[in-house]
């Protein structure tokens, strides 16, 4: 079956972007990035965005879903498949083909395997009864509503219960979306290459100024609850900023924490196939491997 979306996924520091940039500009298509933290604006090195990769030569491949939301607003998945859907029309409006490209699974099982979301009000009456609620009566209510939770954390805070009950409980279902039918790549590398990638990049961020782009966020309003928030790099380094953690210590359980990650994902990835979606491994970023595939899915269009 013909594809209208090639996706592009794997664990972090794999060369996804680059790689996926590369197949865009030989088949005329725009990047929509799958990453639920580069949606934000000034967090560039710890979330990864290399934006000069998006430029081979002189032509600029064009890209979606990057740089736009403060990072003190809220994005979720909802939002996520709205905005995807409108460029994902936008691209195949040009006679372009989208390239769906990232390692954040939810975002990219939504779109794959077209979730059915649900629109919900979180100004309703109803957020103050489920305040009232305990955090144990929240998580049995949320885990009655909806037995197999996307996302585990939301049985951890509170306001990301209640909001997931919110949703849960919603009948206004979101705008239909065209089922679209992706050709799935990934990329795969031995887990010792994976470490090591994983470690000197991290080095290299922290030598680019990852460590002052934490303190500008902090220092441009943010709070360190919500720089906790994001996880990772922004965690740890906040934590370091805060005279919490030694700088070896960051490093060290930043590096730690990144790798954890890494095995997270495709932990993720091999749930997505037990669940009926193809994934095309790849050895590392074999372009030719990719080409091939790419073509024959073309070539049934």
Request: proline share 2%.
């Given at each position: 079956?013909?594809?209208?979306?090639?996706?592009?996924?794997?664990?972090?520091?794999?060369?996804?972007?680059?790689?996926?940039?590369?197949?865009?500009?030989?088949?005329n298509g725009e990047i929509?990035?799958?990453?639920?933290?580069?949606?934000?604006?000034?967090?560039?090195?710890?979330?990864?965005?290399?934006?000069?990769?998006?430029?081979?030569?002189?032509?600029?491949?064009?890209?979606?879903?990057?740089?736009?939301?403060?990072?003190?607003?809220?994005?979720?998945?909802?939002?996520?498949?709205?905005?995807?859907?409108?460029?994902?029309?936008?691209?195949?409006?040009?006679?372009?083909?989208?390239?769906?490209?990232?390692?954040?699974?939810?975002?990219?099982?939504?779109?794959?395997?077209?979730?059915?979301?649900?629109?919900?009000?979180?100004?309703?009456?109803?957020?103050?009864?489920?305040?009232?609620?305990?955090?144990?009566?929240?998580?049995?209510?949320?885990?009655?509503?909806?037995?197999?939770?996307?996302?585990?954390?939301?049985?951890?805070?509170?306001?990301?219960?209640?909001?997931?009950?919110?949703v849960e409980e919603s009948?206004?279902?979101?705008?239909?979306?065209?089922?679209?039918?992706?050709?799935?790549?990934?990329?795969?590398?031995?887990?010792?290459?994976?470490?090591?990638?994983?470690?000197?990049?991290?080095?290299?961020?922290?030598?680019?100024?990852?460590?002052?782009?934490?303190?500008?966020?902090?220092?441009?309003?943010?709070?360190?609850?919500?720089?906790?928030?994001?996880?990772?790099?922004?965690?740890?380094?906040?934590?370091?900023?805060?005279?919490?953690?030694?700088?070896?210590?960051?490093?060290?359980?930043?590096n730690t924490a990144i790798?954890?990650?890494?095995?997270?994902?495709?932990?993720?990835?091999?749930?997505?196939?037990?669940?009926?979606?193809?994934?095309?491994?790849?050895?590392?970023?074999?372009?030719?491997?990719?080409?091939?595939?790419?073509?024959?899915?073309?070539?049934?269009?």
């Amino acid at each position: 079956m013909s594809s209208k979306l090639i996706t592009i996924l794997g664990p972090t520091a794999t060369g996804k972007t680059k790689f996926a940039v590369k197949l865009a500009h030989k088949y005329n298509g725009e990047i929509i990035s799958a990453d639920s933290r580069q949606v934000y604006i000034g967090m560039n090195i710890g979330t990864g965005k290399d934006l000069s990769d998006y430029k081979i030569g002189s032509k600029q491949i064009a890209y979606h879903l990057i740089d736009i939301i403060h990072p003190s607003k809220e994005f979720n998945l909802f939002r996520f498949k709205e905005l995807f859907s409108k460029s994902f029309l936008d691209i195949t409006s040009k006679n372009k083909i989208p390239f769906l490209v990232g390692g954040t699974g939810l975002y990219l099982s939504s779109i794959i395997q077209n979730y059915n979301l649900k629109k919900a009000d979180f100004n309703s009456d109803r957020v103050s009864e489920l305040n009232a609620l305990s955090l144990d009566e929240l998580q049995k209510h949320l885990l009655h509503l909806s037995p197999n939770v996307h996302v585990k954390k939301d049985l951890l805070s509170k306001s990301r219960m209640i909001k997931a009950i919110l949703v849960e409980e919603s009948k206004e279902t979101i705008q239909e979306f065209p089922k679209i039918n992706s050709l799935v790549l990934g990329i795969k590398m031995n887990r010792d290459e994976i470490r090591k990638r994983i470690t000197e990049r991290l080095k290299k961020r922290l030598e680019e100024g990852m460590i002052d782009e934490v303190k500008n966020l902090l220092n441009t309003g943010i709070t360190y609850e919500r720089i906790i928030a994001f996880g990772l790099e922004y965690k740890f380094i906040a934590m370091y900023l805060n005279a919490e953690l030694s700088y070896d210590d960051m490093f060290q359980k930043l590096n730690t924490a990144i790798h954890q990650f890494a095995k997270r994902q495709m932990t993720w990835f091999r749930k997505m196939e037990r669940e009926g979606v193809k994934i095309n491994w790849l050895n590392g970023t074999d372009f030719e491997a990719a080409c091939n595939l790419i073509d024959k899915n073309l070539s049934t269009v």
